[in-house]
């Protein structure tokens, strides 16, 4: 479907119980939401009385057009159609600190292109504290159905933004007071031996490569995860939870 200017209309969708109840929980526009026929327990029940309440448009569908809609091949009975996701910008994640007065506490991917890293790592880091997070526009996993639902509706209470580049982006944090930490295998300092209190800012790279050149250089320290056994890698969204919990604990 196509506006007169012949740009097309964007839609999204979010599937799944729970991110379908942390979306309509958190006030974000829906356009409707589509329930597999004869599903009216559990959660689905709670999902049609908070729906009826927004007055959301609810139509009820077979099990096999269910399937062919779902992007995700685990819609649990039910798919809510969105606006394409609404991405903050870096200032909206330093006054949400602000505003709880904190300090900031921020999470840069760069270049992580594994739509499930991306959810698994919203949902760390929504769980942490994290005051947001910021990806880049290009060669990267942007926020899509899967990573709601990875995320189990994290997204829906997480500013996430997206910058042009990266390492400007840095130099701005670095210019609002951010200290910002890498991470990476070649240095000597381990997480839990460097000091994380204070305005943060911790950058994760890419799965395979890690953080490029640039950016690495532009970090004020890195650190790494210490490896014992025989694979000498953790899972992008493993080594973040590791390193964001670390900080977490040292901010108390």
Same mark, same amino acid.
């Given at each position: 479907? !196509?506006?007169?200017?012949?740009?097309?209309?964007?839609?999204?969708?979010?599937?799944?119980?729970?991110?379908?109840?942390?979306?309509?929980?958190?006030?974000?526009?829906?356009?409707?939401? %589509?329930?597999?026929?004869?599903?009216?327990?559990?959660?689905?029940?709670?999902?049609?009385? =908070?729906?009826?309440?927004?007055?959301?448009?609810?139509?009820?569908?077979?099990?096999?057009?269910?399937?062919?809609?779902?992007?995700?091949?685990?819609?649990?009975?039910?798919?809510?159609?969105?606006?394409? +996701?609404?991405?903050?910008? *870096?200032?909206? =994640? /330093? %006054?949400?600190?602000?505003?709880?007065?904190?300090?900031? %506490?921020?999470?840069?991917?760069?270049?992580?292109?594994? #739509?499930?890293? /991306?959810?698994?790592?919203?949902?760390?880091?929504?769980?942490?504290?994290?005051?947001?997070? $910021? =990806?880049? !526009?290009?060669?990267?996993?942007?926020?899509?159905?899967?990573?709601?639902?990875?995320?189990?509706?994290?997204?829906?209470?997480?500013?996430?933004?997206?910058?042009?580049?990266? #390492?400007?982006?840095?130099?701005?944090? !670095?210019?609002?007071?951010?200290?910002?930490?890498?991470?990476?295998?070649?240095?000597?300092? +381990? +997480?839990?031996?460097?000091?994380?209190?204070?305005? $943060?800012?911790? *950058?994760?790279?890419?799965?395979?490569?890690?953080?490029?050149? /640039?950016? !690495?250089?532009?970090?004020? %320290?890195? #650190?790494?995860?210490?490896?014992?056994?025989?694979?000498?890698?953790?899972?992008?969204? *493993?080594?973040?939870?590791? *390193?964001? +919990?670390?900080?977490?604990?040292?901010?108390?």
């Amino acid at each position: 479907m !196509k506006e007169k200017n012949n740009k097309e209309i964007e839609i999204d969708q979010v599937e799944g119980r729970n991110s379908v109840i942390e979306l309509l929980e958190s006030g974000r526009d829906i356009n409707k939401i %589509f329930i597999q026929s004869g599903e009216k327990h559990g959660s689905i029940n709670k999902i049609i009385a =908070i729906a009826n309440e927004r007055k959301i448009l609810i139509t009820q569908i077979s099990k096999e057009k269910m399937n062919q809609m779902s992007k995700t091949t685990n819609h649990q009975g039910v798919i809510a159609i969105v606006p394409p +996701y609404d991405y903050a910008q *870096v200032e909206d =994640i /330093l %006054f949400k600190a602000t505003t709880l007065q904190e300090e900031p %506490f921020v999470v840069i991917l760069d270049g992580i292109e594994d #739509v499930h890293n /991306l959810g698994s790592i919203i949902r760390t880091a929504e769980t942490a504290g994290v005051h947001g997070i $910021i =990806i880049p !526009k290009r060669r990267a996993a942007s926020v899509n159905a899967t990573v709601n639902k990875v995320s189990a509706g994290a997204v829906e209470h997480m500013q996430i933004a997206r910058v042009n580049n990266i #390492v400007e982006t840095i130099k701005y944090l !670095k210019e609002q007071g951010l200290w910002i930490c890498g991470t990476d295998m070649d240095t000597k300092t +381990y +997480y839990y031996d460097q000091d994380m209190k204070g305005p $943060i800012a911790i *950058v994760i790279g890419s799965e395979g490569y890690g953080m490029s050149r /640039l950016v !690495k250089e532009n970090c004020d %320290f890195l #650190v790494k995860i210490p490896m014992k056994g025989k694979i000498t890698s953790l899972n992008a969204s *493993v080594s973040a939870g590791i *390193v964001i +919990y670390e900080a977490a604990k040292q901010r108390k």
